[in-house]
């Protein structure tokens, strides 16, 4: 019975490192096409190319839709270069909110506000901003007063997001 479940268990693993690997394209990157479990054991920690990713790194690349090259920037962020990027151990899933709150550089004041909520707003609103006629990073608005998000305490402006 136990037999069973593991056999799936490996099995799903296989399949899901054999899907990484492919989607990654490393031959193309000119990475070593080599890769092995750890120890043989299935599911633990896989070695390719120049990089170790844990099992729960593989399901992740999937689940948050990261892209082949949005991986590997994760990767040296959050493993290779952990000393000079400023993140440790970062999931994918916050690495990836954190980069698109850093591609923001102006947010008009409803946005602010929205992403900020209404008390926190009120909360750092005395503070000086500087604002300017511009388009709104977040709603895509153009000829709004915009300023930087720093004067909204960096709140995550994610869940708010427009394309163009
Ligand atoms: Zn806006």
Redesign the pocket.
């Known amino acids: 019975m136990m037999n069973n479940y593991i056999t799936a268990y490996n099995s799903a693993c296989n399949s899901l490192k054999n899907k990484f690997l492919k989607s990654l394209d490393c031959k193309k990157r000119g990475h070593y096409d080599y890769s092995y479990w750890v120890g043989g054991e299935i599911g633990g920690v896989l070695s390719f190319g120049d990089c170790y990713v844990s099992m729960n790194d593989i399901v992740n690349y999937f689940k948050y839709k990261l892209t082949p090259d949005e991986f590997f920037e994760w990767y040296d962020d959050n493993v290779a270069n952990v000393e000079t990027s400023g993140y440790s151990a970062i999931t994918m899933k916050e690495w990836k909110k954190d980069k698109r709150n850093r591609a923001i550089s102006w947010?008009?004041r409803?946005?602010g506000i929205k992403a900020q909520g209404e008390v926190n707003f009120l909360k750092t609103a005395t503070g000086t901003s500087t604002w300017h006629e511009g388009k709104?990073d977040?709603?895509k608005?153009k000829n709004?007063p915009v300023t930087e998000p720093r004067d909204f305490d960096y709140p995550d402006f994610t869940p708010f997001l427009k394309r163009k």
Do not use: G, I, N, W
């Open positions: 947010v008009c409803k946005c709104c977040v709603c608005r709004v």
